[in-house]
């Protein structure tokens, strides 16, 4: 048997163990990177009794390669874009509540809140920066703004009941947790 030959047989070996385990459409390519790495690395070996065995164990090994890809990437996890289930784009009617819940939460919130602590906050929702907020407030150190900054929202996160999320979405995720 020519070399030609004991290649072509040894890749339709190749071909059918790696379809049986990871599916035709891969197992074509994968043949293929096996058959160069035999060419490159195991290009003394002549025959199909010493050429198998090596073929089989790159086979395998180039196989998990592909799995372990496909881990990494998700493909084993994703569902198909038409499997998705159609939005029209607008919140539900639960979620329209817990916002609005969660306006409310904050404006009576920041209604307790002091004088600068307000103002300092309008002015970082109006996009100024604190270099910009030290020379409104007038102070010598942008330290001294950073530090209000901190006991400011530290004081809201107080006033908003130590929490960020809304109390009904607490409760529905602690009861799905439990």
Same mark, same amino acid.
């Given at each position: 048997?020519?070399?030609?030959?004991?290649?072509?047989?040894?890749?339709?070996?190749?071909?059918?163990?790696?379809?049986?385990?990871?599916?035709?459409?891969?197992?074509?390519?994968?043949?293929?990177?096996? @058959?160069?790495?035999?060419? /490159?690395?195991? $290009?003394?070996? #002549?025959?199909?009794?010493? +050429?198998?065995?090596? =073929?089989?164990? &790159?086979?395998?090994?180039?196989?998990?390669?592909?799995?372990?890809?496909?881990?990494?990437?998700?493909?084993?996890?994703?569902?198909?874009?038409?499997?998705?289930?159609?939005?029209?784009?607008?919140?539900?009617?639960?979620?329209?509540?817990?916002?609005?819940?969660?306006?409310?939460?904050?404006?009576?919130?920041?209604?307790?809140?002091?004088?600068?602590?307000?103002?300092? @906050?309008?002015?970082?929702? /109006?996009?100024? $920066?604190?270099? #910009?907020?030290?020379?409104? +407030?007038?102070?010598? =150190?942008?330290? &001294?703004?950073?530090?209000?900054?901190?006991?400011?929202?530290?004081?809201?996160?107080?006033?908003?009941?130590?929490?960020?999320?809304?109390?009904?979405?607490?409760?529905?995720?602690?009861?799905?947790?439990?």
């Amino acid at each position: 048997m020519d070399r030609q030959e004991l290649i072509e047989r040894l890749r339709e070996r190749i071909f059918a163990f790696a379809a049986s385990r990871i599916g035709r459409d891969s197992a074509d390519d994968l043949a293929q990177e096996v @058959l160069m790495v035999l060419h /490159e690395k195991y $290009g003394h070996l #002549e025959r199909m009794e010493d +050429l198998l065995p090596v =073929a089989l164990q &790159t086979t395998r090994f180039k196989m998990m390669a592909v799995r372990r890809k496909q881990v990494r990437h998700g493909d084993l996890t994703s569902v198909p874009v038409d499997e998705l289930p159609l939005s029209d784009g607008r919140p539900s009617q639960a979620d329209e509540l817990d916002h609005k819940q969660q306006r409310e939460r904050l404006a009576r919130a920041i209604e307790g809140l002091g004088d600068r602590c307000r103002q300092m @906050l309008k002015w970082k929702l /109006e996009g100024k $920066g604190f270099a #910009e907020i030290q020379v409104l +407030l007038g102070v010598e =150190a942008i330290n &001294t703004v950073y530090t209000w900054d901190h006991r400011c929202r530290k004081q809201l996160l107080e006033l908003m009941g130590g929490s960020w999320e809304s109390t009904s979405h607490e409760s529905s995720t602690r009861g799905r947790l439990q």
